[in-house]
C-alpha cells in the first residue's frame, strides 16, 4: 500500500521532470547548432525531441557506455559513439550549443568533472541541460532516522541487499542485475543535493541557471505543483539548465 503510493507520486514526478528537461533541450537547440546527449543509451531521447520536430540528425551526437546500445543507435544512423563520462571527454572546445545529460550525473565516479568537461565544450551562450535526483529530500531524512537507504542515495553494490528491504525502492529496473560488477552504470554513485549543484554550477561560471523541483514527497500529487515551486530544494528530482557565458 505504502510503496505503490510513493511509486505513483515518483512515476508522476518522473514525467513531469522529463518533459521539463525536453522542454530546456528543445528551446536551447532550437536555432539549429549542435547537440551532444551525454549517457544517450540507443538515442531515445532524439527520437523524441526528433517526433517534435525540436532536432534534426544533423544536429545531434550522443555518447553512451554500453556498446549493445551504441550499436542500437548507429544501427537507426544515429552519431552515438562509444565512451567513458568519467573521463574527459575527446571533443574540441566549445563545439556544442547544447550539451545535456537526463539521469545521467548520479551514475558518475567523477560528476564535478563530468560538468567542467560539458561547460568546456559548449559554445559561448551554449545551455546545459541535467536532470538527476535530489539527495536532499524529506523522504531520505525520513528513510535514514528509520534505519533505511534511501532510493535516491548512493546503492550498495549488493545484489543481496539490493532484493531485500533495506533499499526503499520506488522503481522497478530490470538492469539491477548488474551492480556487483566493475562498471555499475545503473547504481546511484554521487547524489548531488539542490543547493550544492546550483552552487557548483556556480562556480564554474555558468549564468542564468534555473533550477526546479520535482516529487515533493510525501506530500499528494495535487499539492505538489504548487508546493515544489516554494521549496525545490528538497524535491526527489532535479532539473536544471545554465548557460555559459
Not at 531524512?141 to 546503492?155: D, E
Not at 556487483?180 to 564554474?204: A, M
Not at 515551486?229 to 539548465?241: A, E, G, K, L, T
Amino acid at each position: 500500500m505504502i510503496g505503490g503510493y510513493f511509486r505513483a507520486l515518483y512515476q508522476d514526478a518522473m514525467a513531469r521532470a522529463y518533459d521539463r528537461a525536453y522542454d530546456s533541450i528543445a528551446e536551447a537547440s532550437g536555432g539549429g547548432g549542435a547537440v551532444l546527449d551525454c549517457g544517450a543509451g540507443a538515442g531515445s531521447s532524439f527520437e523524441r525531441l526528433h517526433r517534435t520536430g525540436k532536432i534534426q540528425a544533423a544536429q545531434y551526437r550522443g555518447i553512451e557506455w554500453d556498446a549493445s546500445r551504441v550499436a542500437a543507435a548507429r544501427a537507426r544512423q544515429l552519431d552515438v559513439v562509444q565512451g567513458d563520462l568519467n573521463r574527459p571527454l575527446e571533443i574540441e572546445d566549445a563545439r556544442f550549443t547544447c550539451v545535456y545529460g537526463l539521469s545521467a550525473l548520479e551514475h558518475l565516479l567523477y560528476p564535478c568533472q563530468f560538468l567542467r568537461e560539458c561547460r568546456r565544450v559548449l559554445r559561448p551562450g551554449g545551455r546545459l541541460v541535467l536532470l538527476t535526483p535530489n539527495i536532499s529530500t524529506y523522504f531520505t531524512a525520513a528513510l535514514l532516522i528509520a534505519g533505511r537507504m534511501p532510493s535516491s542515495g548512493p546503492h550498495p553494490d549488493s545484489n543481496a541487499l539490493q532484493q531485500r528491504s533495506e533499499v526503499f525502492r520506488v522503481a522497478d529496473h530490470a538492469e539491477d542485475a548488474n551492480v556487483e560488477g566493475d562498471t555499475p552504470e545503473h547504481r546511484h554513485l554521487i547524489v548531488f543535493s539542490y543547493r550544492v549543484l546550483r552552487d557548483y554550477l556556480e562556480l564554474l561560471g555558468f549564468v542564468d541557471i534555473r533550477g526546479e523541483g520535482f516529487g515533493l514527497y510525501p506530500f499528494p500529487r495535487w499539492m505538489q505543483p504548487a508546493l515544489e515551486r516554494i521549496d525545490p530544494y528538497h524535491c526527489h528530482q532535479m532539473v536544471f539548465s545554465a548557460t555559459r557565458p
